[in-house]
Structure formats: structure tokens, C-alpha cells
């Protein structure tokens, strides 16, 4: 029998960082899920001999390549695309693509790696990947945008498929961006299969897929109020973003008696203290996805509210907190604030918006405080019954799709309590769900033996 020392976090660490050097937004990814599953591994050590760690933090292959396109001034343009292949254990790759000037390799790398364990928790068949450019949408003519889709799409094409790999939409690439890229897939290869989801209802897209993100987020909250017989009903909210995630996570709350009282964008947010009823979301939806305008606008057009340009919402007074806009958006101190205003729980629908000090901050405060990973899986879970309806050329009703959205989020929820209740009855959603997520993916790796 071999022996296999049990594994060290900060040794486990430092491996990571010389394997794989300069990839901070990564090493942050691995080290929140490592200080879970490291524990869990050493008191079960058919994970560790197998070196799971160890391969689960290496994707399994990523494309790097050049993405050449022309902008309607004639000028030729080079952005560089990629697409991380991370992990296909308990079914085809599948993840989204992100358009930024801020992508690179470690940012999808942690996005990838997230995508493994949330599409574990969502208990359909998905493997993980992640991909993009670091082209950036803002200020792009629509013909622009289609021409950069068709470029980064034909380099693309070679590495996907309905059965290997689904990619879908992040930031900067929504229903306008997948249709594009659709089209070029569909000249490419000559057939029609669903080999991106997030397509538009008349060719093949679901139901649900466009509110599901953010409607899970909330879904989730309600999950995790109920465990404490409260609910989000009469509760002051705030929204980070006002994207797709945030759209439909402050729709969701307002449904369920919620108050939203900001939205935000790269260049500020509002703080609008009499809500952000149905009407004015209806207007911030036109505003970011027809006219595509900065939020500032909406403090233009609505009385008695608010814009403060720089800002981030985390010093208001509330009672939840929906981050819905990027990757490390509250710190240490805009945690703090948040605790000391009143905060109850925290909800994520951006992936990582949390850095590692202001997650202790939470865990230490011992309020629920629900990870991306297992509060935004609404979307990649009805990206995954897209590619069934797909798969099955039937497309279910909206009740149907919204039940199962719920029921799904229900789901992860209990396996978040299963695996992260603690001895006093705390739920560490961070540890619960990190276990959940680990779980299925070891075994069927285990399973595959040396691979
Ligand atoms: P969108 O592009 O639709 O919206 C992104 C929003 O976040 C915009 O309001 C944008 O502002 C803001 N934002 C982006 N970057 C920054 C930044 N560096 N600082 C401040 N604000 C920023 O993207 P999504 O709504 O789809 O994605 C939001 C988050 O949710 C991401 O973390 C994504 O990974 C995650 N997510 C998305 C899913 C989906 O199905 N779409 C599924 C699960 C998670 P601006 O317009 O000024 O750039
Ligand atoms: O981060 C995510 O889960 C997404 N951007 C959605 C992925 C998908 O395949 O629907």
C-alpha cells in the first residue's frame, strides 16, 4: 500500500503557486475550497493516496488563442481568447465566456475551477470549463461586437460540441453576443445542435435560462432565512451590478416582498431608499441591455434617490446583501460595514465577489453567508436542462422550468446543510457546499482510476 503523508495547506499552497505563478485570482479560488476539503481529505484517505488535490487544481487542457477582427473604421485588432477545459469527470465540459479587458488566464482559471463544484452541487451531469477574451464590449458598434463573436467563434469551433463541450454567457456576453456566436458555429459545422446555451427562445434557448442566475440567488436567500424561520418579505436589500445577475435577482427579491434599494455599475451606484419597484427595474433592464447606459442615468430620471460615482453600495444600511457584479467587490471593510449596519445574510450571484478576509469576516460574524457557487448555480442549472430540451427537441413551459429551478436550488441548499452543519447548528455554507461539490467529482474520478 502506498503511503501518502496527509496533506498541509500551506504546503499545499506553495505547490500550487510554483506550478502555476501568477495567477492570484486562482490561488484565491483554491485556497477557500483547500482550507474546507483539506480536513475532509485526510480523514478519508482514498482521496488522498489517488492525489485528487493535486489533480483536481490542474485543468484538464486550455486553448490560448489569437482572435483577429476588423472595426468599422477599417483598423485591423488583436485580442487574445481562450477557453479552459477544466474538468469532465461527471459530464461534458461546461461553462461560460467572458468578455473584459480584465481577462486573462488566472481569472478563468478560478472561474473554471468554481465551475467544477457548482456544477457538481446542481446534481446534473456537467463538467466545468471556462473561456473569453479580454475584448472589451464598452462603446462597440453592434456590427463590432458581431464581427469580434465571428472572429473568437471560428477559433472556438474546434474545441467545442454538444457532447465535449457547452459554453454559455458571463460578463459581457449575453443573449445578443451567443446568438452571433451561434450563427457562426452553426456555418461552421454545417449542423444544428446546442452546443452553446443561452440561446434565444426561437432557436433552441430555454425558458428561465435569462432569469435563472438571479432568480436562484434569491431563491437561495429565501432557503437559507427559512432554516431561521425568517423570510426575505419586508426585508431592506441591497444589489451589486445591473447586469443580467442583478436584473433578475432584484426582480426576484421585489417579488417576494423585498426591498432593493441599489444597483451598480463599474462607475457607481444608486441608492434609491423608497425601492426599486418592478417599473424602475423594468427601465434599468432597457437602460443596460437595449440603450446600454451607465446607471448614473436612472438617478437622472427617478426622484429622491441617489448616484455616487466611485462608490460601492456596502456602507448602506441594510438588512441583506445581493453581490451580483464581479470578483472581489467586498473586502475586509466593506464587510465590516456591512455587519455593522445591520447586514443578516449575504447572498453571491457574481462568482468570488468576497475576498478571502471578508469571508472570515461573515464566518466569524456566524451569519448565513452562501458562496457562488452554491447561490448562483441557478444559471448553469437551466443551462443544463437547456441542453436536455435540446437534447430531446422539446421545450418545457415556464412553470415547469421555474419548478425545477427551485427545486434544484433547494437541493444544493440541502447539501450545504448536510455537509456544513456545525456541532452548535451554525450552517457554514462554505465548507458544506466546497464538501458537497468535492464528493461527486473525487468519486467518479476514483472511479476512472489513473487518469
Ligand atoms: P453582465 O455583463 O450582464 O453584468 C455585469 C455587471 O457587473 C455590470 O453592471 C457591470 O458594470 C458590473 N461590473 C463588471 N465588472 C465590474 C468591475 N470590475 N467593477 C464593478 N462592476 C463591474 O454580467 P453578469 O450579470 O452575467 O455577471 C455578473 C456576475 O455573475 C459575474 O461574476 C459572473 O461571473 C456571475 N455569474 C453569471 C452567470 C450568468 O448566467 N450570467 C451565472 C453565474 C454567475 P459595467 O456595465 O460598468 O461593466
Ligand atoms: O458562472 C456561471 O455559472 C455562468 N456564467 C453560467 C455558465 C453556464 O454554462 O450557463
Known amino acids: 500500500m502506498n503511503h501518502q503523508a496527509p496533506l498541509i495547506l500551506e504546503t499545499f499552497l506553495e505547490g500550487l503557486v510554483k506550478r502555476s505563478p501568477g495567477e492570484p485570482e486562482f490561488h484565491q479560488a483554491v485556497e477557500e475550497f483547500a482550507k474546507c476539503v483539506i480536513p475532509y481529505i485526510n480523514e478519508h484517505p482514498k482521496y488522498l493516496v489517488p492525489r485528487i488535490l493535486e489533480r483536481m487544481t490542474e485543468p484538464d487542457r486550455t486553448f490560448i488563442f489569437r482572435v483577429c477582427w476588423e472595426d468599422d473604421e477599417g483598423n485591423y485588432r488583436v485580442n487574445r481568447g481562450y477557453r479552459v477545459q477544466f474538468n469532465n469527470a461527471i459530464g461534458p465540459y461546461k461553462g461560460g465566456l467572458r468578455f473584459h479587458h480584465s481577462v486573462n488566464l488566472s481569472i478563468l482559471k478560478f472561474l473554471g475551477f468554481e465551475q467544477t463544484f457548482k456544477n457538481s452541487l446542481t446534481t446534473l451531469p456537467m463538467g466545468s470549463g471556462k473561456g473569453g477574451a479580454d475584448f472589451n464590449p464598452k462603446g462597440k458598434s453592434t456590427k463590432e461586437i458581431m464581427r469580434f463573436c465571428q472572429a473568437y467563434m471560428t477559433e472556438l469551433s474546434k474545441y467545442i460540441g454538444e457532447n465535449t463541450d457547452i459554453p454559455a ?106 425601492g426599486i419597484t418592478a417599473e424602475k427595474l423594468e427601465y434599468i433592464i432597457d437602460l443596460k441591455t437595449v440603450q446600454r447606459g451607465r446607471i448614473s442615468e436612472y438617478a437622472e430620471k427617478f426622484h429622491d434617490c441617489t448616484y455616487h460615482e466611485g462608490e460601492q453600495p456596502w456602507n448602506v444600511p441594510c438588512d441583506l446583501a445581493f453581490p451580483c457584479a464581479t470578483q472581489n467587490e467586498i ?121
Open 331 to 451: 473586502d475586509g471593510d466593506s464587510a465590516r460595514a456591512l455587519l455593522a449596519n445591520g447586514c443578516l445574510a449575504v447572498s453571491e450571484g457574481a462568482n468570488m465577489p468576497v475576498t478571502l478576509d471578508a469571508v472570515d469576516v461573515f464566518l466569524n460574524a456566524r451569519i448565513p453567508y452562501a458562496p457562488g457557487k452554491a447561490s448562483n448555480a441557478g444559471g448553469v442549472a437551466v443551462s443544463g436542462l437547456e441542453m436536455t430540451q435540446n437534447s430531446i427537441r422539446l421545450a418545457w413551459d415556464r412553470e415547469e422550468l421555474e419548478e425545477r429551478l427551485k427545486g434544484i436550488m433547494r437541493k444544493i441548499h440541502n447539501q450545504c446543510v448536510t455537509h456544513g452543519r456545525e456541532a452548535d447548528g451554525f450552517v457554514n455554507y462554505v465548507k458544506g457546499s466546497n464538501i458537497a461539490g468535492f464528493v461527486k467529482v473525487a468519486d467518479a474520478m476514483l472511479a476512472y482510476g489513473v487518469l
Open 169 to 274: 454567457g458571463d460578463i459581457g456576453v449575453g443573449a445578443r453576443e451567443i446568438s452571433f456566436m451561434f450563427g457562426q458555429y452553426k456555418r461552421i459545422k454545417g449542423e444544428f445542435t446546442g452546443t452553446l446555451t443561452g440561446k434565444s427562445i426561437e432557436f433552441g434557448g430555454s425558458l428561465i435560462r435569462k432569469e435563472a442566475t438571479g432568480y436562484g440567488c434569491a431563491y437561495f436567500m429565501e432557503e437559507m432565512l427559512k432554516l431561521k424561520s425568517d423570510s426575505i418579505e419586508g426585508k431592506t436589500c441591497l444589489v451589486s451590478g445591473s447586469g443580467n445577475v442583478a436584473q433578475f435577482c432584484a426582480e426576484k427579491i421585489t417579488q417576494l416582498g423585498g426591498k432593493v434599494v441599489t444597483m451598480s455599475d463599474s462607475s457607481g451606484f444608486i441608492h434609491d431608499p423608497n
